[in-house]
């Protein structure tokens, strides 16, 4: 093993010879593959989950399916990645041995607004047959409670004039897609792979109505080209940290500035419906599948629920990762009740799905101690997440007259935290696009619970408009939200289900 950080040589391709044998490596099978998909933002959760997966499908089967990734919000990927070739670890943490391996499926990243032509001229380059996105919930531009494209935000203004140089994910895609159509370089599969009901179908509508303003000659050649299939996308991935750096530091005896932490658990379940070729997921474990639909439905309202319901009362509680929130019996019980007895009832579940053994994991993913996921990274960006994670769920109960106690507490604990203020009177770094709305309806209401539930409800992006909405939702906020104001987000995990 090498020194101390500061003296570490850099991992790049002429050091992987130098790694024990216990750490897996990408071999010349995929290193010297060519570039297939471009990747709309290239985080951490792609580097960890598509590209692992693509990764392994090119060393069980083949093909030049390496990827071009693409920043659009900042340098630091490319940064950390282009000095060791690209490079990069995933560790897959758990209560026994870590497992290390290096991910060489990754073969270049673009950022955007440095040069937006190269980005429009990858996705429109013929050997290019997958163009894939995880921009996150707002970085589809569009309404939650709608699916509708939101023209009123400052980059698609910009973007719907095709004449600039785009600053949407949206903006690049179909500028792309238009290039790749005057070049004639033939179909290619369009793959959302974020946390959105019908991601592909979403996606497929927000390209349509941008093209009807933006690009109307693009309609019939998507009817020929295009597929955007669904995806359903799971595996925990914290944000990168000083201390996983210094874990893939210590396993290798390299400096990786670009190592990621996860857990061993990965799923991805895509929808069979593709017009252009594509890696064979399947050996490496993906689900190719008719209908996405049910297995979305249950990771959006049984784990994406969870997670943001203990992300809001946690971090309101004092807890800074869901590991250290879950370990708390209370909310372990409030967790299972949110699973069980409010969200279970609302979904079809496929006849080979075990959802109770499914739920058991879920626990345990959350308990895993190895992960430190910060409550404060999955509260990030609640108004584009709450529609699909924990309304419909509180939705189709009120209307049912079925219990709403767990998922109404979840909700309400949103509209806390997003007033900023935390319960011993720390400030809360809000992230949101609705970040200044939201604060302003708790400036305005003063304190008062009606007040802030009634303008928070006449937020119609998130809640949907008022007629749409189920009667007696705003009193079972209000009720909860008082409750959650007057005795705190612990005393009610532990009582007010």
Known sequence: MAGSSLTRQRLDRSRLAELAPSIKQPGNRVL??????????????HRAHQAVYTEDAMQAKGGDWRICGVSLRGTEVRDRLRPQDFLYTVIDRSDGADAVRIIGAVAEVLYGPDDPAAVISAIARQTI????????????????????????????????????????????????LKARMDAGAGPVNVISCDNLPDNGRLLEGLVRDFCATAAPELGNWLDAHVAFPCTMIDRIVPAATADGLALAAASLGLDDQAALLTEPFRQWVIEDKFTAPRPAWEAAGAQIVSNVAAYEAIKLRLLNASHSAIAYLGYLGGFKTV??????????????????????PTLEIPPSFDVDTYKDNLVARFANPTLAHKTWQIAMDGSQKLPQRLLETLYHNIRAGKATGAVSLAVAAWMQYVGGVDEQGQAIDVSDPFAEQLAAIHTKARGDVIGIVSGMLAMEPIFGAA??????????LIDALNQLRTHGALYCVANYC
Request: hydrophobic letters at 45%.
């Open 323 to 344: 590991a250290e929130a879950i370990a708390v019996p209370a909310m372990h019980a409030f967790v299972r009740q949110l699973m069980d007895e409010e969200a279970t």
């Open 129 to 176: 047959h997958v163009v894939s996105l995880t921009v996150t919930e707002k970085g589809y531009c569009h309404d939650p409670a709608t699916g509708s494209l939101r023209r009123d935000l400052p980059d698609i203004v910009n973007d719907l004039d095709m004449a600039k140089p785009p600053r949407s994910a949206l903006g690049y895609l179909v500028r792309g």
């Open 32 to 45: 010297d593959a060519g570039v297939g998909i471009v990747h709309l933002g290239i985080g951490a959760f």
């Open 467 to 476: 007629e749409a909405q189920p009667p007696g939702l705003e009193i079972i």
